[in-house]
């Protein structure tokens, strides 16, 4: 029996901390991962979108769709993925957009914040925690783009959001090239390379994620970043 469409909303008011990332990396390594998964992106800035165009204009392009979308005709939207059989819908939102950010954490299953580990960054999420309570949806704190040189920096954080109980996914992401070389070349990390620490980084983080909103069965089945090198070659 099929599994109900699930979705998960990458939220933090502060830009610059790698929502966009996050949202196409989460939704190619579900994709790979055999979900049928596509990206709405809601950010004007349409950075998601922008990405989704460049891929589908490769005549061998094997990437999710994504679309971009108003807040105002999300409900829409959604039912025309669910209706489609769609696994996961991953909700790229702008910054500084509470009402747009609100509302995608209320229509969501499960709300991702990506954060750099400065205190700054770290400050900040407590707006985009208030939110997931107020709609009443579990919030996540992916702690992101960590300088491999400067580790420690990503395990400060962590502790400090662990004393204030505040939940923070187990995979953390650290500033790897792959990454940040997604804006240049389009390709997400399993796909430039299934084995680098960068692929197996989000394909954990995908794992992690789909056993909190009960999406398993597929993933369950052997299909992991180890073997994924047939599927992108």
Do not use: Y
């Not at 998960?8 to 929502?19: E, F, M, P, Y």
């Not at 209706?83 to 609100?102: M, Y």
């Not at 084995?195 to 954990?204: G, V």
């Amino acid at each position: 029996m099929p599994h109900p469409m699930k979705i998960i909303a990458i939220l933090a008011q502060k830009g610059g901390v790698g929502k966009t990332t996050t949202a196409i990396e989460l939704a190619f390594a579900a994709h790979l991962a055999g979900l049928a998964v596509g990206i709405i992106d809601l950010d004007p800035q349409g950075t998601a979108a922008k990405w989704g165009d460049r891929r589908a204009a490769r005549e061998d392009d094997d990437s999710p769709p994504v679309i971009a979308g108003q807040a105002s005709r999300l409900g829409v939207l959604l039912d025309t993925a669910r209706a489609n059989g769609s696994d996961l819908i991953i909700l790229d939102t702008p910054p500084h957009a509470e009402a747009v950010a609100l509302q995608a954490a209320k229509i969501s299953d499960l709300v991702l914040i990506p954060t750099r580990a400065g205190g700054f960054d770290i400050e900040a999420i407590q707006t985009t925690l208030e939110m997931a309570e107020l709609a009443k949806k579990p919030a996540h704190v992916l702690i992101n783009a960590v300088p491999t040189n400067r580790q420690h920096l990503g395990a400060r954080a962590l502790a400090g959001l662990q004393e204030r109980r505040i939940s923070v996914a187990p995979v953390m992401w650290m500033e790897r090239a792959a990454f940040a070389d997604l804006g240049a070349d389009d390709l997400a990390a399993q796909e430039r390379d299934p084995l680098s620490k960068a692929a197996q980084e989000a394909q954990a983080l995908l794992e992690w994620i789909c056993r909190q909103v009960g999406l398993t069965d597929s993933l369950l089945e052997g299909k992991t970043t180890s073997n994924l090198t047939d599927k992108v070659a």
